[in-house]
């Protein structure tokens, strides 16, 4: 009998810390960043010059250094093999930057009046909150930032509570805030553990099932087989949330339906990622399931309209609906589907089309006819998706079927 074998803390704290390195280095960085911006530009006229641009300077090597040694951790895997340290180091980092952002509100506020005052207290009251998102993954990194920020802005506006009109107020209102913080950002941390750990499980499930002997593989076989025949019954794909081929049929239908009588374009645009089998067989299966899982969100980015549709089509192969779309609203948005994609970057080294993830588009649009079927504007997609393949992929052809 199989058993799901426990995640231990080190590795759950180890996974932890590879989401919050993934995501902070770069948001949470560059969320500073801009609210250092904000504060020269508001302050440009109100202190001065050189004071403003030191602690700018200052304020930027900071996050710098912070930035790059988050980098370091994680292509060294210092988050496996010295997690604790790295964890440490995170901590001390949200510290010193809420003691930065908090000193420079002390540091300001016998220079500012106070309409410039209570401005700057919103800067640094945005970026606590929007830090949330990205640290509370690692829920000690965010209070500590969160104590080491609103709490002693909030502190001292009470202990200076006559000399602005509306400080104690003010410091109310952020000790409420931060209490409202420190519990969603509880929340979040549960959530993400949850998340964290369920993968985790499901991962040493699998490798456990690798490991069964020859008197299982049938059973396994069998079960694997059972979760794709529930897969296929339906309406949704599993690993990417689209649609699959199976619920997206009604839809189809109905667009058609609706663009012979209305007498509009509609268009269809298939697609793949280019060289996938050899992407999993140099990443493995789960990182091809992660490039799945990015191409759905970036589909679900460019079919914002009503009636819009990104289907799964199986594997690698996708395809989008777009009622109303002529032909050069459909390539604009195949367009745009490559441009996203390629911004990712995520690595194919072994890609012979080049160094990142591409994928190759076949697009049709036509007014249908009253013969049209679905099925023809599909087949005339997929043929001009291989002519994209043929001419060497990471490319968009457009098809020339006439509606019958």
């Not at 058993?3 to 960085?29: D, M, N, P, T």
């Not at 016998?110 to 800067?123: A, C, E, K, R, T």
């Not at 920020?149 to 805030?177: G, K, Q």
């Not at 369920?198 to 499930?205: D, G």
Request: charged share 20%.
């Amino acid at each position: 009998m199989l058993y799901q074998r426990k995640i231990s803390g080190a590795e759950l704290l180890a996974a932890k810390l590879e989401l919050h390195l993934h995501h902070a280095r770069f948001a949470l960085v560059g969320a500073h960043a801009v609210g250092v911006a904000a504060v020269v530009a508001l302050l440009w006229f109100q202190a001065s010059d050189v004071l403003l641009l030191s602690w700018a300077v200052a304020m930027l090597t900071l996050l710098l250094v912070h930035s790059m040694r988050m980098s370091g951790a994680l292509e060294g895997e210092r988050f496996i093999r010295g997690r604790f340290s790295v964890y440490v180091e995170l901590i001390a980092s949200a510290v010193l930057l809420g003691v930065a952002w908090s000193s420079t509100v002390f540091w300001l506020d016998g220079i500012l009046s106070d309409q410039m005052f209570y401005l700057l207290l919103l800067i640094v009251t945005i970026i606590s909150v929007v830090a949330v998102a990205v640290t509370s993954v690692v829920r000690e990194v965010y209070m500590a930032n969160l104590f080491a920020t609103l709490i002693p802005v909030a502190t001292w506006l009470a202990w200076h509570y006559d000399v602005r009109a509306f400080n104690l107020m003010l410091a109310a209102l952020l000790t409420a805030l931060s209490l409202l913080m420190a519990l969603a950002s509880g929340w979040m941390s549960r959530s993400f553990g949850d998340m964290i750990q369920s993968s985790l499980e499901r991962e040493a499930m699998n490798h456990d099932f690798a490991e069964l002997s020859e008197s299982l593989r049938l059973k396994n076989q069998q079960l694997q087989e059972a979760r794709q025949q529930l897969a296929d019954i339906a309406t949704i794909d599993e690993l990417t949330g689209l649609k699959n081929r199976r619920g997206a049929n009604q839809v189809f239908e109905t667009e058609i339906s609706r663009a012979r009588r209305a007498g509009f374009s509609l268009a269809i645009i298939m697609l793949d990622v280019d060289h996938f089998k050899l992407y999993n067989d140099t990443y493995g299966h789960p990182s091809g399931d992660l490039v799945l899982q990015k191409l759905a969100e970036v589909l679900m980015g460019v079919t914002s309209r009503a009636g819009e549709l990104a289907v799964r089509m199986g594997g690698e192969e996708f395809m989008m609906i777009l009622p109303g779309s002529t032909s050069g609203d459909a390539m604009s948005t195949a367009e745009a589907v490559r441009e996203r994609v390629a911004a990712l970057k995520m690595p194919h080294a072994s890609s012979p089309t080049g160094e990142f993830v591409s994928v190759s588009q076949g697009v049709v649009a036509c007014v249908p006819g009253m013969k049209t079927e679905i099925s023809d504007l599909i087949d005339a997609a997929d043929r001009a998706l291989y002519d994209s393949k043929d001419g060497g992929r990471n490319a968009i052809t457009l098809s020339a079927y006439t509606p019958s």
